[in-house]
C-alpha cells in the first residue's frame, strides 16, 4: 500500500472537510482590505456566464466534427470556482439579489414568444424556417444557462457552512423562480 492511500480519509463525509479547509485558508487574506477591488466582484458573474455558455455551446458543437479540437460536452470547473470565490468574498447573497438565472429566462422566454407570434403571422417559407432555426438555437442557450445553474447551485453545497449559503431558489428551476408567488407550488 502506498503512502497516499494512507493519507486518504478513510470514512465518508471526512472528504468534504478539504473545502472547508480551502475556505478556511484563503477567507481572511480574500477580504483583506488590500482586495477591496474585489467588494463588487459578484457583479462580473453575469458577463462571465455569457462568455461562459457560449464557449460552452461552441465546444459541444465541435463534437460532431471531424476536428474536435476545443470539443467538450462538460465543464464544472468554472460553477466550481465562482461558487468558491463567492464563497471566499461572503458574497452569496448579493449575486442572489441580481436575480441574474431569472433574468435569463425571463429574456429567453420573451425571445422564445416574439418568434412564435411572429411565425403566427408570416406565410414565407425562408422565415419560417430562420423562425425554426431561431427557436432551437433559444432552446440551446436556455438548456446550457439551466445547466449552469444547476452546476453553480451543487457547486455552493460543496462551500457551505450553513443554509443561508444555498440558493434562494435552490429547489426550483430558473422558469419555477420566476413564477409569481401565487402559483408557486401550485398543482392545478
Known sequence: SSGINAEWPLRPGEGTAYFKMLVDVFTKSMRDSKNQH???FYMIIP?????FVEQMM??????????????????????MGIAYILKLLDQYSAFDSLHWFQSVNAKFSSEEKA????RRKETDIKLDQTNTLT??????YR???ELLYYSLSSARIFFRTDLEDLPIEVTKTPV???????TRGSTT
Open 115 to 118: 418568434v412564435k407570434d411572429s
Open 38 to 40: 474585489l467588494k463588487n
Open 143 to 145: 438548456q446550457e444557462f
Open 58 to 79: 461552441n465546444g459541444k458543437e465541435k463534437i460532431n466534427k471531424k476536428n474536435k479540437v476545443g470539443a467538450t460536452f462538460t465543464d464544472d470547473g468554472f460553477s
Open 47 to 51: 458577463p462571465l456566464t455569457l462568455n
Open 135 to 140: 427557436m432551437k438555437r433559444l432552446d440551446q
Open 176 to 182: 419555477e423562480a420566476t413564477a409569481s408567488p401565487d
